[in-house]
């Protein structure tokens, strides 16, 4: 009798320790959605109304990230795609214009540059970025709770001076400097905003990362020797090639300056025998050129570039390779 209830027991057992182990390793909605770059289903209100997004949003390095096209759409914005150079372009129900380029730090926000701390990239044709860089920029407060997987984004109207509501009253009320209700809205003094004025409150947190400018100068320039060195590369390669002379001119080695490093040494040849000057960038070039000047780097590190099958020797030889695109070896 002991024999068989222990029998029985065992088999009782067996099923229940499976169905605690399935427990352990079947995560609740909240833990699945903290997976590294996946899908995840979650409840998108707008202004108070659920939303029903176009696309799935993402969940990456724990923060969850959205189509921006898609939301900017539910927002009433416009927004316009080009596939040659994988950048979106939204012009917002606010009046800002917003340019977005995959795998490129920097966004264009009404013509001045920030870096954003999270890369945008694209999945599936789409351009993520983070629920809160969604919301700012399109002049928005969110809310996000990790349990329940809501995020709730609401429009932020702009607030209109009056004679006694002014940039003080404003600033107060919105929690904002001054100085930076006139530089989200353009303003350069506090004299330009008269009574009647509409002013954007939500200052987008990218303010505080301005990007390093670049000139035409420069641009134009890296870009002609890009197409001498790479022009019948790809894109990936050109990219290379322009981080190159980047990365050389943040390194205390080299001269600090696009212009000097393309000058001097002679890694460069078609910068001494003429090629240089008579050199047309193509449309990938320019795209490179400018990603690169606006922090896309796929080489980092690198500061030499060559092409095994004709530069030879022991210093090239001796240097290690990061990665090779194409027909170049980029090293350090």
Same mark, same amino acid.
């Given at each position: 009798?002991?024999?068989?209830?222990?029998?029985? #027991?065992?088999? !009782?057992? *067996?099923?229940? &320790? /499976?169905? @605690?182990?399935? +427990?352990?390793?079947?995560?609740? %909605? $909240?833990?699945?959605?903290?997976?590294?770059?996946?899908?995840?289903?979650?409840?998108?209100?707008?202004?108070?109304?659920?939303?029903?997004?176009?696309?799935?949003?993402?969940?990456?390095?724990? #923060?969850?990230? !959205?189509? *921006?096209?898609? &939301? /900017?759409? @539910?927002?009433? +914005?416009?927004?316009?795609?080009? %596939? $040659?150079?994988?950048?979106?372009?939204?012009?917002?129900?606010?009046?800002?214009?917003?340019?977005?380029?995959?795998?490129?730090?920097?966004?264009?926000?009404?013509?001045?540059?920030?870096?954003?701390?999270?890369?945008?990239?694209?999945?599936?044709?789409?351009?993520?970025?983070?629920?809160?860089?969604?919301?700012?920029?399109?002049?928005?407060?969110?809310?996000?709770?990790?349990?329940?997987?809501?995020?709730?984004?609401?429009?932020?109207?702009?607030?209109?001076?009056?004679?006694?509501?002014?940039?003080?009253?404003?600033?107060?009320?919105?929690?904002?400097?001054?100085?930076?209700?006139?530089?989200?809205?353009?303003?350069?003094?506090?004299?330009?905003?008269?009574?009647?004025?509409?002013?954007?409150?939500?200052?987008?947190?990218?303010?505080?990362?301005?990007?390093?400018?670049?000139?035409?100068?420069?641009?134009?320039?890296?870009?002609?020797?890009?197409?001498?060195?790479?022009?019948?590369?790809?894109?990936?390669?050109?990219?290379?090639?322009?981080?190159?002379?980047?990365?050389?001119?943040?390194?205390?080695?080299?001269?600090?300056?696009?212009?000097?490093?393309?000058?001097?040494?002679?890694?460069?040849?078609?910068?001494?025998?003429?090629?240089?000057?008579?050199?047309?960038?193509?449309?990938?070039?320019?795209?490179?050129?400018?990603?690169?000047?606006?922090?896309?780097?796929?080489?980092?590190?690198?500061?030499?570039?060559?092409?095994?099958?004709?530069?030879?020797?022991?210093?090239?030889?001796?240097?290690?390779?990061?990665?090779?695109?194409?027909?170049?070896?980029?090293?350090?």
């Amino acid at each position: 009798m002991l024999r068989l209830y222990s029998s029985i #027991r065992s088999r !009782l057992l *067996i099923p229940l &320790v /499976a169905i @605690l182990m399935l +427990a352990s390793v079947v995560p609740s %909605a $909240a833990a699945a959605a903290k997976a590294d770059d996946a899908a995840v289903d979650v409840t998108i209100m707008i202004d108070g109304e659920k939303a029903k997004l176009a696309d799935p949003a993402r969940m990456k390095d724990n #923060r969850l990230l !959205l189509p *921006i096209a898609s &939301v /900017a759409t @539910l927002l009433k +914005a416009k927004t316009k795609w080009d %596939a $040659a150079n994988e950048a979106v372009t939204i012009q917002s129900v606010r009046g800002d214009k917003i340019v977005l380029s995959n795998g490129v730090p920097v966004v264009y926000f009404n013509d001045n540059r920030y870096v954003m701390d999270t890369v945008p990239f694209l999945d599936d044709g789409r351009m993520y970025i983070p629920l809160r860089a969604v919301a700012e920029l399109l002049h928005a407060n969110v809310k996000w709770d990790m349990e329940t997987l809501v995020a709730e984004i609401t429009q932020v109207e702009p607030a209109v001076i009056t004679a006694e509501y002014g940039l003080a009253e404003i600033g107060e009320q919105f929690s904002v400097s001054q100085d930076a209700l006139l530089k989200r809205n353009g303003l350069k003094t506090a004299a330009e905003a008269k009574e009647g004025t509409e002013l954007r409150v939500v200052i987008p947190s990218i303010f505080d990362n301005e990007a390093e400018p670049f000139t035409k100068e420069d641009y134009a320039l890296l870009a002609k020797l890009v197409q001498v060195e790479s022009g019948y590369e790809p894109y990936e390669g050109q990219l290379a090639v322009a981080n190159v002379v980047l990365n050389r001119v943040n390194d205390p080695r080299f001269p600090k300056s696009i212009k000097d490093v393309i000058y001097s040494g002679k890694q460069f040849p078609a910068a001494h025998n003429g090629l240089l000057q008579k050199s047309v960038p193509n449309a990938s070039v320019l795209r490179a050129t400018k990603d690169a000047l606006n922090g896309r780097n796929n080489v980092k590190n690198a500061v030499y570039f060559y092409d095994p099958r004709v530069t030879k020797g022991s210093f090239w030889s001796g240097l290690d390779t990061i990665v090779t695109i194409g027909t170049h070896r980029f090293a350090k």
